[in-house]
Every structure is written in C-alpha cells, then in structure tokens.
C-alpha cells in the first residue's frame, strides 16, 4: 500500500507541476502575450495570434506521444518521467527571461513559438506514463481511481497557474503585470519542478513493465504495433478525449477573453469563476474515477459528455449576462461535467491497449487528441463566435461531444485479468499491488 500511495503522490504532484507550466501560458495567451509579444495589430488579432502560439503546444504533443510513449515501452515508465519533467520546467523557465517584441523585436514571437513547443513535447510525452505510474501500482480493479491521480494534475496545474494570476492581477497594476509581473508566474517554476524530480527520483518503475521486463515481453517496435493491431482502441482513444479537450480550453481559456472582452468582467472576477471550479475538480476527478470502477466506465463518461454538450448552451447566456454570480455558476458545472468525462477518462483509454502497449497507445492516443480537440479549440471559439455568434462556438463543443459519444462507443470495457495473469506468470505475485480474483 505505501508503493501505491507513493506513487498516486509522485503521478499526481509531477503532473500538476507540468500542467502548471502548460496552463499558465494558456492564461497570458490571453491576458498578457497579445500585448507584449504580437503589438500593432488590432485587438481580435492579436488575441488569435497569441492563441496560434498556444495551439503550438498541443501540435508538437504528437512530437512528445512518439517519441516518449515508445519509450515507456521499451524503456521504462520513471526515466520517461524525469525527462519529461526537466524539459517542459527548463522551457517555461526561458520563457519568463524571454524579452519581448519592444526588445529584441520578431526574434520574440519566434523564440516564444520554439519553447513552447518544447513545453508541448514535454507534456506530450508526460501523460501516458505518468497515468501508468499511478494506475500500474494499483489494483487493477479499480483502475478508475487509481489512474485518476494524473487527472487531477491538469486543474491542479490549472489553479495554481490561476491562482499566481490572481494574486499578480489583484496586487499589481496593469503596467506593472505587462512590464515585469507576469514572469513571476514563469519562472515560479524553477521551485516547483525541482519538488517534482526529488518525488519521482524516489520511485522505481512500475510493477507491470518490471513483470514485462522480466518475462520478456516488452515490445521492440510499440509504435507499428499499436497501428497494426490496435487500430480500434487507438480510434476510441482519440474520439473519446475531443469533447473533455475542446469544453477544457473553452473553460479555462477562452473563457477569460469571452468574459472580459465581450461580457466586461475584470480580469481578476473571471480568474476567480475558474479557481472556483478547478479547486471542486481536485475532488471531483477522483470521486467519478472510482465510481466508474463500480459503474460502467463508459456509461459514466458518456452521461458526462453528453452533459457538456447541453451545457454549453446554458453557459455563453449565463457569461452573457453580465453576473458574476451567473459567471460563477457556469463555470463551474461546466468543469464539474467536465471532471465526471475525465476522470474515468486515464483508465478507460490505457484499457484500450495490451499491457506491454500501454504507454504508446495511450500517449498517442492521448496526444493526436490534443491537436484534433485542445489545440484548435481557442482558435475556433474566437473566430466562431467573433463570426457567427456564441450559438456556433457552442454548437462547435457539442459536435465534439458528439465525436466523444462515438469513441466511447468504439472502446472496449477492460478485463483486469490481463494484469493479474501477467503478474502471475512473471512471478511478481503481490508486488504488483492486483486484487487476486
């Protein structure tokens, strides 16, 4: 049991550190970056031209899915981890040094581009072994809980990244925020990733790939694999994660240029409406990943898309409106809908894939997602609702709900049999932590 709590700890607090550094360039892609890296242009474009650079991050994901998830494959779930970490911390560091276009001029924007997608490649090759780490230690029983503690790490990540906004927002003037005050959120990275490597550093693998490793069972070539006889599982994979992708970005990103540009929120209310709904997310996340261990998981995870994507249509009125109270309010069921679709979301997709395939399939399938879904998705909501109003930029969340729908459909319901058996026949007996039928 302390192998398993160790490792739901180490998953979850290197996650967040990593999603801190993600989330906290997505919130001054819209509050800050317009202004200071892409100046002379209108408003609007500034604003989609800051999103572009965000998209980056999710686009070079596939880059991190690639390369990393074979190599929890092959190599080994820790080593992919520290690497991950120490990449994505150093180019968020950098980029707080970054002077900004005033300074050095186009340079700017290019190398602000090239470091985050860095930060992209590290948080792509982070997540399929950071769930393995949690979800390999646990009983595969309940695998819904256990592999949740990586899903905690995005709106962990997300209120910390808020949060050190919030406090800069509410203390400093907004000179002070555009000259110096928001590198701080930066290269507050330095402490927190530092903490993540001594955690992870203490760990040793996973039982399963150690069972795999022993056995020899690992695969040579994970990626041919995986297209060759997983093609449905990495399908469902892919399809199931663009509803959760495309509401996330609308609630924690878009959100802030919605409500301050087009409802005149402050800057500082709409940081708080989404600090709110992260902090029920820490709760949230893993209160449905264990209840889709007692219920079928993708029955859970459907309930909660389809959710989203009647929500969405309550939510533009409510921001609308002009009410922080109403901002608050939808908001927040927007994540808690959003944590009921992700939290199961970590088990159901490593289920879709054979053990010694786990980290490759899931990182791909969890990566290309990204592109499809989280990537485009600011973009598309600003340009949809600048265009046609907020109905089309709803109406663009729902499709992917839809989509999401489909993928749930495609996917298969794990048999935890596969890891018992596994660790049965390489003699691992209870050190994997399973529940023996």
């Given at each position: 049991?302390?192998?398993?709590?160790?490792?739901?700890?180490?998953?979850?607090?290197?996650?967040?550190?990593?999603?801190?550094?993600?989330?906290?360039?997505?919130?001054?892609?819209?509050?800050?970056?317009?202004?200071?890296?892409?100046?002379?242009?209108?408003?609007?474009t500034g604003v989609?031209?800051?999103?572009?650079?965000?998209?980056?991050?999710?686009?070079?994901?596939?880059?991190?899915?690639f390369v990393f998830g074979r190599l929890g494959d092959t190599l080994g779930r820790k080593r992919v981890l520290v690497t991950t970490l120490l990449l994505i911390g150093v180019a968020t560091v950098l980029i707080?040094?970054?002077?900004?276009?005033?300074?050095?001029?186009?340079?700017?924007?290019?190398?602000l581009?090239?470091?985050?997608?860095?930060?992209?490649?590290?948080v792509g090759g982070e997540w399929g072994s950071a769930v393995l780490l949690s979800g390999e230690f646990g009983d595969p029983r309940r695998r819904g809980f256990w592999s949740s503690a990586a899903q905690i790490g995005p709106p962990a990540g997300n209120l910390l990244a808020n949060g050190v906004f919030a406090v800069l927002a509410a203390t400093l003037t907004g000179d002070q925020l555009l000259s110096w005050g928001w590198r701080l959120a930066f290269l507050?990275?330095?402490?927190?990733?530092?903490?993540?490597?001594?955690?992870?550093?203490?760990?040793?693998?996973?039982?399963?790939?150690?069972?795999?490793?022993?056995?020899g069972e690992t695969s040579a070539s994970p990626i041919r694999e995986v297209l060759r006889t997983q093609p449905r599982g990495l399908a469902a994979a892919i399809l199931s994660r663009l509803g959760p992708d495309v509401a996330y970005s609308l609630l924690t990103v878009?959100?802030?240029?919605?409500?301050?540009?087009?409802?005149?929120?402050?800057?500082?209310a709409v940081l708080s409406a989404v600090l709110v709904g992260s902090a029920l997310q820490l709760g949230l996340v893993p209160a449905f990943g264990a209840l889709s261990d007692r219920w079928n998981r993708r029955l859970v995870s459907l309930g909660a898309v389809?959710?989203?994507?009647?929500?969405?249509?309550?939510?533009?009125?409510?921001?609308?409106?002009?009410?922080?109270?109403l901002l608050v309010l939808g908001v927040v069921v927007g994540l808690a809908l959003h944590a009921a679709a992700y939290g199961p979301q970590a088990a159901f997709i490593t289920e879709q894939f054979s053990p010694r395939l786990r980290s490759t399939g899931s990182s791909l399938g969890y990566t290309v997602a990204g592109v499809v879904g989280g990537a485009l998705a600011p973009l598309l909501l600003t340009s949809l609702q600048a265009g046609l109003g907020w109905a089309a930029a709803a109406g663009y969340v729902a499709l992917a709900c839809?989509?999401?729908?489909?993928?749930?459909?495609?996917?298969?319901?794990?048999?935890?049999?596969?890891?018992?058996?596994?660790?049965?026949?390489?003699?691992?007996?209870?050190?994997t932590g399973a529940a023996r039928p």
């Amino acid at each position: 049991m302390a192998a398993r709590g160790k490792a739901f700890v180490a998953s979850l607090s290197g996650t967040s550190l990593e999603y801190y550094d993600f989330a906290v360039y997505g919130t001054a892609s819209a509050l800050v970056f317009p202004q200071l890296f892409f100046p002379g242009s209108d408003p609007l474009t500034g604003v989609l031209l800051a999103f572009t650079t965000f998209a980056v991050g999710y686009i070079s994901r596939p880059v991190g899915g690639f390369v990393f998830g074979r190599l929890g494959d092959t190599l080994g779930r820790k080593r992919v981890l520290v690497t991950t970490l120490l990449l994505i911390g150093v180019a968020t560091v950098l980029i707080g040094l970054l002077p900004t276009y005033e300074t050095i001029g186009v340079t700017a924007p290019i190398v602000l581009v090239l470091l985050r997608f860095a930060q992209g490649v590290g948080v792509g090759g982070e997540w399929g072994s950071a769930v393995l780490l949690s979800g390999e230690f646990g009983d595969p029983r309940r695998r819904g809980f256990w592999s949740s503690a990586a899903q905690i790490g995005p709106p962990a990540g997300n209120l910390l990244a808020n949060g050190v906004f919030a406090v800069l927002a509410a203390t400093l003037t907004g000179d002070q925020l555009l000259s110096w005050g928001w590198r701080l959120a930066f290269l507050l990275s330095a402490l927190l990733v530092a903490f993540g490597l001594w955690i992870r550093l203490t760990l040793e693998d996973t039982p399963v790939f150690r069972a795999l490793q022993e056995s020899g069972e690992t695969s040579a070539s994970p990626i041919r694999e995986v297209l060759r006889t997983q093609p449905r599982g990495l399908a469902a994979a892919i399809l199931s994660r663009l509803g959760p992708d495309v509401a996330y970005s609308l609630l924690t990103v878009y959100v802030l240029t919605y409500a301050t540009r087009t409802a005149g929120f402050e800057r500082a209310a709409v940081l708080s409406a989404v600090l709110v709904g992260s902090a029920l997310q820490l709760g949230l996340v893993p209160a449905f990943g264990a209840l889709s261990d007692r219920w079928n998981r993708r029955l859970v995870s459907l309930g909660a898309v389809i959710g989203i994507g009647v929500w969405v249509f309550v939510l533009f009125p409510l921001i609308g409106a002009g009410s922080f109270g109403l901002l608050v309010l939808g908001v927040v069921v927007g994540l808690a809908l959003h944590a009921a679709a992700y939290g199961p979301q970590a088990a159901f997709i490593t289920e879709q894939f054979s053990p010694r395939l786990r980290s490759t399939g899931s990182s791909l399938g969890y990566t290309v997602a990204g592109v499809v879904g989280g990537a485009l998705a600011p973009l598309l909501l600003t340009s949809l609702q600048a265009g046609l109003g907020w109905a089309a930029a709803a109406g663009y969340v729902a499709l992917a709900c839809v989509l999401s729908a489909v993928g749930l459909a495609l996917g298969r319901d794990h048999d935890p049999r596969e890891d018992e058996e596994l660790a049965a026949a390489a003699g691992a007996g209870s050190g994997t932590g399973a529940a023996r039928p």
